[in-house]
């Protein structure tokens, strides 16, 4: 069982930056798809970012240019790179992982290991 544990949530200003990390253990990191998701109160877990296991990468449109989603194989951890942070990208972020049932994973069902969560608030 594929364990994910997010770190790095917190208050910041607007303009500000921030990272996440997601530790994943007891399962093969390097081939599965991780993703990143956000949920503010009253919305839908909407996607953010994703990392293929050959490192590509894709973005919603609402955090292109702005977050950087990146991992390192050796250490089972995914990264979530947020500058420019705005009030609206205050969310629970969650980290997720494909375990190599789909091609490109895009929505929540697509994923099979989801951590617990970590807070972003940023203020105007």
């Known amino acids: 069982q594929v364990q994910l544990v997010e770190s790095g949530g917190g208050l910041v200003q607007a303009g500000g930056s921030l990272r996440l990390s997601c530790v994943a253990s007891?399962?093969?990191?390097?081939?599965?798809?991780m993703g990143w998701f956000r949920q503010a109160p009253g919305n839908e877990r909407s996607f953010v970012a994703r990392i293929l296991w050959n490192d590509a990468t894709y973005y919603a449109d609402s955090v292109k240019g702005r977050f950087t989603i990146s991992r390192d194989n050796a250490k089972n951890t995914v990264y979530l790179q947020m500058n420019s942070l705005k009030p609206e990208d205050t969310a629970v972020y969650y980290c997720?992982?494909?375990?190599?049932?789909?091609?490109?994973?895009?929505?929540?069902?697509?994923?099979?290991?989801w951590g617990q969560g970590t807070q972003v608030t940023v203020s105007s």
């Open positions: 997720a992982a494909d375990s190599g049932r789909w091609t490109v994973p895009h929505y929540t069902y697509q994923y099979d290991y």
């Open positions: 007891g399962g093969t990191f390097s081939r599965y798809t």
